[in-house]
């Protein structure tokens, strides 16, 4: 395994994110526990310290399950991560205390601290929360801290460079990592080299999550994989993904969300050795990334603002419209759901100014129907934090 330091600990760079667990097959929407034992036992055979589950993964469910595997292992030889679910405070549902989730989480995981915190999902959505001074949900956190109950306190975060400047000036002197999206598409899509560029110069290690873009990644068109395998025959399709990472933004932490013994394995042995990639594999990676991140050619000039008589954000809507066209995550959801509802794509009134504005010539108003189609077939952001909070209230999330 190959490891990673940070601060006095010794991380490995390979860690267990566990928001897609393996389920029973029987349709109850159980956990397999056995099943994630197995991978648990797999993993700290190779080395594999660090796990990372959430208050919402698996609707709690999965912070109880990872807590029993790794019970059955000495404390001190593995590394617990857990998430306090500020995102979901927003669209009128009751604000969760802080107080009451942390206590409620380490009850759930079966521990008395957690090795790493972080705000969970900050983005333009929930720094109505996380921006608001008055929630005083630092103050708690930083308490935690103190009394030895978090060791490490850091965030999560899938928003846009700017937004990501404003949560730093508020709060990055208290945190010690920040934990993003980030692969050879998002490097593009989502800005993530800037965000790597702002990350570091706050002097903020980088933790990774979705590397393999919720198994994008990991399958290509045959003309595509015949190329990437003249270069590597040995390495799986998913396996190019961490080299990228190993060789390019080069991350303390790989968070893998992994659902089979067979998934951890594979990716046990991608972490065994540094394989750097060369210039020539880089630049084929970055054609591929460009392709994805291209689907629609927006360069985020902004040139056709000004004159949309709705005022809408024109390359943050076709951002998550090229968002639905690879991915729609449940982040693209919260960040819609986070636009007031005139100001959603279904507003757009097809007038083409923009289009006359557009150096790129993007069909603008086709874009907008689309994203609104998209999103249509998507459970919206307000629906998902209702039933959250009801799931919470009644002691199931
Ligand atoms: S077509 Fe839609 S997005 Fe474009 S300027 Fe008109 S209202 Fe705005
Ligand atoms: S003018 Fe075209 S390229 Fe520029 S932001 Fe608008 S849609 Fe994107």
């Given at each position: 395994?190959?490891?990673?330091t940070?601060q ?5 760079s390979?860690g ?10 029987d349709g109850s929407?159980?956990i397999?526990?056995a ?9 700290m ?7 990372d ?5 698996h609707?709690g469910?999965s912070e ?14 593995w ?41 969970h ?9 996380y ?9 708690f ?8 109950r ?13 937004c ?21 598409v ?13 990350l ?23 003309q595509?994989?015949?190329?990437l ?11 190019w ?6 060789t390019v933004?080069?991350?303390t ?6 659902s ?12 065994s050795?540094?394989?750097?990639l ?7 990676l970055d054609?591929i ?19 949309c008589p ?18 729609a995550?449940?982040n693209?959801?919260?960040r819609?759901?986070?636009l007031e ?6 507003a757009c009134?097809?007038?083409?100014q ?12 086709e ?31």
């Open positions: 395994m190959l490891f990673k940070f006095d600990i010794k991380l490995s390979l267990f994110g566990t928001m897609r667990l393996p389920m029973m097959p929407g159980e397999d526990q099943e994630l034992d197995r991978m648990v036992d797999a993993a055979e190779a080395g594999v310290n660090y796990y589950t959430a208050f919402p993964y609707d469910k109880v399950a990872v807590g029993k595997s790794l019970s059955r292992y000495p404390r001190e030889s590394y617990l991560a857990d998430k306090f679910p500020g995102h979901q405070n927003v669209h009128g549902v009751t604000p969760l205390r802080p107080e009451d989730v942390f206590e409620e989480q380490l009850r759930r995981c079966g521990v008395e601290y957690f090795d790493f915190y972080l705000l999902n900050v983005n333009e959505s929930s720094m109505k929360y921006g608001n001074p008055e929630n005083r949900y630092m103050d956190f930083l308490e935690q801290k103190r009394n030895g978090i060791r490490h306190l850091g965030f999560s975060c899938h928003a846009d460079p700017e990501l400047r404003d949560f730093l000036a508020l709060n990055g002197d208290h945190m010690e990592f920040c934990q993003i999206q980030l692969n050879y998002d490097w593009f899509l989502q800005n993530a080299v800037e965000k790597c560029r702002i570091r110069e706050a002097g903020l290690p980088v933790w990774v999550m979705e590397p393999v873009r919720g198994g994008k990644l990991a399958r290509f068109p045959e595509t994989e015949a190329q395998r003249e270069l590597r025959p040995d390495e799986s399709i998913p396996a993904a961490f080299r990228w990472l190993q933004p080069k991350p932490v790989v968070l893998s969300g992994m089979s013994l067979g998934q951890m394995e594979d990716n046990i042995r991608t972490f050795t540094d394989r750097p060369s210039e020539k594999e880089i630049g084929l054609r990334g460009r392709d994805f991140a291209r689907k629609i050619p927006c360069t985020g000039c902004r040139y056709c603002c000004a004159g709705m005022e809408l954000n024109i390359p943050f809507l076709l951002s998550l419209a090229n968002d639905v066209g690879v991915y995550s449940m693209t959801v919260m819609y759901g986070s509802p005139e100001k959603r794509a279904d009134i097809g007038c083409g923009c289009v006359e504005a557009c150096p790129q010539k993007i069909n603008v108003p874009e907008m129907k689309k994203l609104a189609e998209g999103m249509k077939s998507q459970k919206s952001w307000e629906a998902i934090c209702r039933e959250r909070a009801e799931a919470a209230k009644a002691g199931r999330g």
